[in-house]
């Protein structure tokens, strides 16, 4: 190989890297805000878990009839 095919070469394998740094920080972009959101959806089923563990529903024995009774 010569001199500026080596150039070439090096020219080629330095635009890949390049190509490839691009796509990583792209996907670390992706990975964090999925981490975001994952959070946000632990958050409100945790909040939904908890709501639906709390008394809401009374005993039939404590329910007042509805008004057309």
Not at 28 to 33: G, H, I, S
Request: aromatic share 4%; charged share 30%.
């Amino acid at each position: 190989m010569n001199k500026e095919e080596l150039e070439q070469r090096l020219i080629t394998i330095e635009s890949a890297i390049a190509c490839l740094e691009k796509t990583n920080d792209e996907l670390n972009q992706v990975v964090v805000e999925q981490g975001k959101r994952i959070d946000q959806l632990l958050r409100q089923n945790k909040y939904l878990f908890d709501s639906l563990n709390q008394e809401v529903v009374k005993p039939l024995s404590e329910e007042v009839p509805p008004p057309h009774y």
